[in-house]
């Protein structure tokens, strides 16, 4: 069974940073792509960013230059650095496995007050 957990979430001013960290439990995540979405409130869930098995990655218009998102294969876990943060970048932020139908982790909550 894949689990995914979501951690690094947070209460932070705007232009401030976070790190959000994914570890999946299992086999599957040398083997797959890994992406990260959120859902602001009222708002339906967006992509933000994703990186390949073999590291190559694409971001979202919005977070291009402010996101970088990387991978540790031996720690099966996959990060999302924010910097600068917006206001508007309040949302949960999901993890995601990117293999057929994919497996989605629980979301953590990232607040960005103005």
């Known amino acids: 069974q894949v689990q995914l957990v979501e951690s690094g979430g947070g209460l932070v001013q705007a232009g401030g940073s976070l790190r959000l960290s994914c570890t999946v439990s299992?086999?599957?995540?040398?083997?797959?792509?890994m992406g990260w979405y959120r859902r602001a409130p009222g708002k339906e869930r967006e992509w933000v960013a994703i990186?390949?098995?073999?590291?190559?990655?694409i971001y979202a218009d919005s977070t291009k230059g402010r996101f970088t998102i990387s991978r540790d294969n031996a720690k099966n876990t996959v990060y999302l650095q924010m910097n600068n943060l917006k206001p508007e970048d309040t949302a949960v932020y999901y993890c995601?496995?990117?293999?057929?139908?994919?497996?989605w982790g629980q979301g953590t909550q990232v607040t960005v007050s103005s």
């Open positions: 995601k496995v990117e293999i057929g139908v994919g497996y």
């Open positions: 990186i390949t098995r073999g590291g190559s990655t």
């Open positions: 299992g086999s599957i995540f040398s083997s797959s792509a």
